[in-house]
């Protein structure tokens, strides 16, 4: 069964370093997501994507994130100077047209020291 | 953002009994809803939705009810096995197919053997 697989499953880095979380939605997937979840609390929206460009951002989805789609599979997110408060496990997801499910990534545990 | 609460953060049943998660919303533009059922360390996964259309939908041993002008929503899981223990999270977005999916902060529930 297709899946949402994401890279690496742990990421440990320094305050005030870029990080780089990937994914890979399902093939035939057109909407994209990110999720982040802060240890013991509710599953946060973070940003959507769709038709290579973003649909859809939250408050904290501010300049120091970016998302790209360099390529026909990966999408990633981008944290350009993490910050303490950015530990969490972060999830990808995607929707296929005319569905309203999105399907989840295992996540990334990004950990700022 | 309260747009969706789960307002119990924990369940125990019995195994063999009813369990019984409940959802309210407060966005009357949401009219498409998910549960998902997340164990530590994973991400998300979508057990079984429901759009504004219907007030009921089954699913082997899960049963989604929907009560529109109450704007609540309840998961039914019969009978319970310990290994649906885990947390459940109700989600919501505004048209089938919108972008931005909305999450309770989850419920999690205990199943007792």
């Not at chain 1, 994209?32 to 013991?40: A, D, E, N, T, V």
């Not at chain 1, 026909?72 to 569905?99: P, V």
């Not at chain 2, 899981?77 to 290994?83: H, K, L, N, R, Y």
């Amino acid at each position: 069964e297709p899946e949402v697989t994401q890279t690496p499953s742990h990421q440990v880095t320094q305050m005030g370093q870029e990080v780089i979380l990937r994914c890979v939605p399902i093939s035939n997937h057109l909407y994209f997501y990110w999720y982040r979840q802060i240890l013991g609390q509710k599953v946060e929206f973070l940003v959507s994507f769709y038709n290579n460009e973003i649909s859809e951002k939250s408050e904290i989805f501010d300049d120091q994130f970016s998302v790209e789609r360099p390529d026909g599979s990966n999408f990633t997110l981008k944290i350009r100077s993490t910050k303490l408060e950015d530990s969490a496990m972060y999830f990808c997801a995607s929707r296929g047209q005319g569905s309203g499910i999105i399907f989840f990534g295992p996540g990334t545990r990004l950990t700022v020291l | 953002d309260q747009q969706v609460k789960q307002n119990s953060p924990s369940l125990s049943v019995q195994e063999g009994r009813i369990s019984i998660l409940n959802c309210d919303y407060t966005n009357s533009m949401f009219d498409y809803f998910l549960w998902y059922k997340k164990y530590p360390a994973e991400g998300p996964t979508f057990l079984i939705s429901i759009s504004s259309i219907k007030d009921k939908n089954e699913d082997g041993r899960f049963t989604v009810f929907l009560n529109k002008s109450a704007k609540h929503l309840s998961l039914h899981i019969v009978p319970s096995q310990p290994g649906d223990s885990a947390v459940y999270f109700c989600a919501a977005s505004p048209y089938t197919g919108g972008f931005k999916t909305i999450f309770g902060a989850g419920t999690r529930l205990f199943v007792k053997a």
